[in-house]
């Protein structure tokens, strides 16, 4: 499971960014379904998410700082909150990874609604899949379908999310990234 932790973190990440219709702020995701291995993960999720609220206040400062450099935060009902910054909102492209390694293989667009695949090689792994977002205002919704192979073999994912825009102010989040640049 450790080792697919790149690729939950890739899934999280696929938020669509296409001119005009991503806006630089802060967003908070609710993941609506994510199976992987045909496992459901969202009992894990709420397992991790009691676990980190059950720590002691301290412990639990330092994690939220931590997560706040990488450009994320819990949000109530412990939906991930992330900041996009204005270079990542303009971009013409899914935004898959906030080093810009993994870029889509192809992307079309109709109306609202924009599909893309991606084939991306990352710290040994090969991530390959299909996405769809559909915009709705300061809403995306999004689904997508995975494979990621790596030394520990074949493992499938899929996963849907909803992404509300919050407003400007990522009230002292860092955009997604920006503590991992080189």
């Known amino acids: 499971m450790k080792k697919l932790v790149p690729a939950l973190a890739l899934s999280l990440l696929a938020a669509p960014a296409f001119a005009g219709d991503m806006k630089a702020g802060l967003w908070e995701m609710k993941t609506l379904r994510q199976v992987v291995d045909g496992q459901d993960m969202q009992a894990q999720m709420r397992q991790m998410q009691q676990q980190m609220a059950g720590l002691p206040p301290e412990q639990r400062k330092q994690m939220e700082a931590m997560m706040g450099r990488q450009g994320m935060g819990m949000g109530p009902g412990g939906a991930m909150r992330m900041c996009i910054s204005e270079e990542m909102a303009k971009r013409d492209a899914p935004v898959l990874d906030p080093d810009g390694q993994c870029q889509p293989a192809k992307v079309s667009r109709s109306g609202n609604t924009v599909r893309y695949e991606i084939d991306c090689m990352m710290e040994g792994r090969r991530s ?50 920006a503590g991992r640049r080189r």
């Open 128 to 177: 390959q899949g299909k996405g769809e977002s559909t915009f709705s205002g300061n809403s995306v919704h999004s689904r997508m379908d995975m494979v990621t192979m790596d030394a520990s073999g074949r493992h499938t994912m899929q996963s849907e999310s909803q992404m509300t825009y919050l407003g400007p102010d990522c009230k002292g989040l860092a955009p997604v990234g």
